[in-house]
């Protein structure tokens, strides 16, 4: 499985690159790549937008579309390498862990991913993907349509991804963090 913190966001009601703030004293796209890696990704990619200012991390990759928000990234990360699984985490979601990643793995089959779903939306940015989605992917670019959840919700019409009922006690862990922790 490959890992992928989606970190290129522009952070307009944060202000400033949320990858950078630190929650527990550590950078979120740090504290990210590290809950890929326990939830057992062989490879860990960061996906960034053209124009931020750089993270201190190797593997990185650019976002081919422009002002294309999560979908861009979601784009790049499927092309970012041969694995039959992309792990994708945003860097905004701070109550994600590792044992949520081995729960998703646990409904993954090949050509299958799997994504949680709670009473008010599908969590398509913490979710597992067939690493086969990417033409989808282009061709939504193309057209600009760039929302993330409808292209997950194709998928799982299309029998390519898993969609597991999130009980309400876990809706918490899906909270996008976009003002500053106190």
Known sequence: MLGVVLAGGESRRMGSDKAQVAVD???LWQRQVRVLR???AERVVLIRRRGQGPIAFGDQRLDVFARSGPL???HAALGAGCHRWVAVLAVDMPGI????????LGFCRPGLGAMARHAEAVEPLAAIYPAQARTEIAGLLARRDLSVGRFALALAAAGRMAVVPLPAVGVRRVASLNTRPA
């Not at 862990?97 to 998703?104: G, I, Q, V």
Request: aromatic share 18%.
């Open 38 to 40: 326990g939830a057992g």
């Open 72 to 74: 861009a990234g979601l």
């Open 25 to 27: 004293g550590e950078p």
């Open 97 to 104: 862990d590792a044992p949520w990643f081995s729960w998703l």
